[in-house]
């Protein structure tokens, strides 16, 4: 028998042992910061665009949107979080595929209990509401109705009385988010609804969509025994990788049937550079839909995607408005 010694024994867990000592960088690794990218970028399209149309960019306001979107996807990410808890899908998780989907476990690893997230998201939900308030002051009363709009979809994708997460209502809940972002973003800078703002966040919001889809898969075995029917446990392996391909080759039909009516910038062809990579993940998924442990690539190809696509329609509107 190897005898017992204090350098052999741990008394540590060996699920929290994977997070930061710091009760803040909990915090933050629970608000799942590598998906707040998106959100950066949707926000930075929409100003682009108030920029290209001849707003002058007041940076004050600028600031003050992304911050406060961020601190809005951070607080549905624990709301999220605190609602998988409450239906038991993220207990049940043994397929996911971190930290790409699942959640946080910031519950399951007990790291915070689910009384704790919703604490923070009250906290969240304050700073945002009275941020968006004085910005409304700043920039014009329809941004009431857009931060409305985005938080009553944030709480009902995830509040278990309402779950459009668990009612096949969740994806659309989260590209009308994000499209909701875009137009947002583009109000504080132009204090005014715009076309252009409108019809440049559909593709972004879209492959945004589909990051949430394909992310589904691993995560579909526990849904499906907790109850929750996302639309890939509603329609099946099969038929849900069929559907992404379609939102993604949806996304960029969009952005090429509005360049070619010239309602988008010369330059906005460059988004299409995204095509590629969903078109990749279209095939990666289409091959290990009934193997979701082998979707790493594809999911990690959605993301960049979505990245890539609203990085290069941003890149095309700031080009216009620099060469004004």
Not at 87 to 108: E, K
Not at 162 to 183: C, D, F, I, K, N
Request: charged share 10%; glycine share 8%; proline share 5%.
């Amino acid at each position: 028998m190897v005898p017992v010694t204090p350098d052999r024994c741990s008394f540590s867990d060996p699920h929290t042992m994977s997070w930061p000592a710091s009760v803040g960088l909990r915090w933050l690794k629970a608000a799942r910061p590598g998906f707040l990218a998106v959100t950066l970028v949707a926000t930075v399209l929409g100003l682009s665009v108030a920029w290209a149309c001849g707003s002058p960019v007041e940076w004050r306001t600028a600031v003050a949107a992304v911050v406060l979107a961020l601190l809005t996807h951070a607080a549905v990410n624990l709301h999220n979080d605190w609602g998988d808890a409450a239906v038991g899908s993220d207990a049940l998780n043994t397929g996911r595929i971190a930290p790409f989907t699942g959640g946080s476990r910031a519950v399951q690893d007990g790291v915070f209990s689910p009384e704790q997230l919703h604490q923070a998201v009250k906290v969240l939900a304050t700073v945002v509401i009275g941020g968006g308030v004085l910005l409304s002051a700043l920039a014009g009363p329809g941004l009431l109705a857009v931060g409305l709009a985005g938080l009553t979809l944030g709480w009902a994708y995830s509040q278990p009385r309402v779950a459009l997460m668990s009612r096949g209502w969740g994806e659309p809940a989260v590209a009308m988010g994000w499209w909701l972002v875009v137009v947002g973003a583009d109000y504080v800078q132009r204090h005014a609804f715009s076309a252009i703002a409108a019809i440049a966040g559909v593709s972004p919001a879209l492959l945004i969509a589909a990051v949430l889809w394909i992310a589904q898969f691993p995560d579909a075995e526990a849904d499906r025994s907790a109850g929750k029917h996302t639309l890939v446990v509603r329609l099946g392996e099969v038929r849900a990788a069929l559907v992404y391909a379609l939102i993604v080759l949806a996304a960029h039909a969009w952005l090429a049937l509005w360049w070619w009516a010239d309602w988008l910038p010369t330059a906005a062809w460059w988004a299409a550079g995204s095509l590629p990579l969903s078109l990749a993940a279209a095939t990666l998924l289409r091959r290990h839909a009934r193997a979701p442990e082998r979707l790493r690539a594809a999911i990690v190809l959605t993301l960049l995607a979505a990245l890539m696509h609203g990085g290069l329609l941003t890149a095309a509107f700031v080009r216009v408005a620099t060469l004004r």
